[in-house]
């Protein structure tokens, strides 16, 4: 079975600040990790997947994510936040042959 | 087409009454899952199709909720007698195959609003 936990709810930044996103996943096996992004109303856009290629993994809108196995932790970050990053973040694992597991999601909120 | 597309964006039904939602996905893509939203956040497993076959329905409630993905035709997934506690966002999500790999492209969602 595979999990995935996001570690904060809520994370406001202001902008040219940096983002952190905290995901923490568990897997029976070696798990595909995927960071969606859910503007307001809008469907899921996927920001960037892990496929063990390689732990750092550079994604759209200048975002990246590090897995870490030693940590079972796959955050999503960005250097400079911008306002149109405000929305809603999902951390999604998914397993072979299976279904997608999601986080419970992060709201971000970035202030002028 | 490129994009999953799902109809209708909203709905509305009294409680009791039957709701229908469509999907049709990314040509070419084998697997079509669904998905419900409630509250804004979490994001519910309902069932998923590899072509018109059932791959996993483990995440349906078994009385009222029915699904198909029928050849030629757009996937459907029906509530009947719909309560209160359908009203959420129901999202389909598309995908080339079942590699651990392999993303889901989502469709923007119906929103089911049971009165």
């Known amino acids: ?112 | 087409g490129e994009e999953v597309a799902q109809t209708p964006k909203h709905l509305v039904r009294g409680e009791g009454q039957k709701a229908k939602l469509y999907c049709a996905p990314i040509k070419g893509h084998s697997y079509v899952f669904w998905y419900q939203q409630v509250l804004k956040n979490e994001f519910k497993f309902l069932i998923s199709f590899q072509n018109e076959n059932v791959f996993d329905e483990t995440g349906m409630p078994k009385e009222r909720f029915s699904a198909k993905c029928l050849p030629n035709s757009p996937c459907s997934l029906e509530i009947q007698a719909t309560k209160l506690e359908d009203s959420a966002v129901y999202f389909c999500a598309s995908s080339q195959s079942t590699q651990g790999d392999t993303e889901a492209f989502f469709g923007q969602g119906t929103r089911l609003t049971v009165v």
């Open chain 1, 1 to 112: 079975a595979q999990s995935v936990t996001q570690l904060d709810s809520h994370v406001s930044v202001s902008e040219g600040t940096p983002v952190l996103l905290r995901c923490n996943y568990s897997s029976s096996y070696s798990p595909s990790l995927f960071w969606y992004v859910q503007h307001p109303n809008k469907g899921l856009q996927l920001l960037l997947k892990y496929t063990s290629a390689a732990t750092l993994v550079k994604g759209i809108n200048g975002f990246e994510a590090e897995f870490k196995k030693s940590e079972t932790s796959f955050h999503l970050t960005k250097p400079s936040a911008h306002m149109s990053d405000a929305a809603e973040y999902f951390c999604v694992v998914r397993a072979v042959w299976g279904k997608f597991q999601f986080g419970a999601g992060t709201q971000v909120v970035v202030t002028p």
